[in-house]
């Protein structure tokens, strides 16, 4: 009887172990990268861009790269998404992908940041 009370010790303890282990896995930061189309026209756009989500939820960092206006942003895939991460950039006056610029904001950006300005 004494043998078989240590044995389930043993095993309850092991089971408790691997929940453990599975409940930290589950809480595991995930790190994704994604590229995001962008409408920046010059190291304004990059700078205005790149700080407006260096802080957000979830944004580990932010590169904008003003000759192809593509923006690369790893993000922690349990604090945020590519929906909210386009999102963001439409409000700070930019396209992102398929989700055109608030309006409000681009009006807001210096005339040189527009889409029709010249190549800068
Ligand atoms: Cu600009």
Redesign the pocket.
Known sequence: MKKTNTYLSALLILVTVMMWSAQAFAQEKKIESIQIKTS??????KDRIENGLAYDKGVKDVTLDVDTKIVTIRYNTKATNPETLRKKISKLGYDADTIPCDKAAYEK??A??KKDAPKH
């Open positions: 920046a026209m010059c190291k304004q756009c950006l210096p040189c940041c």
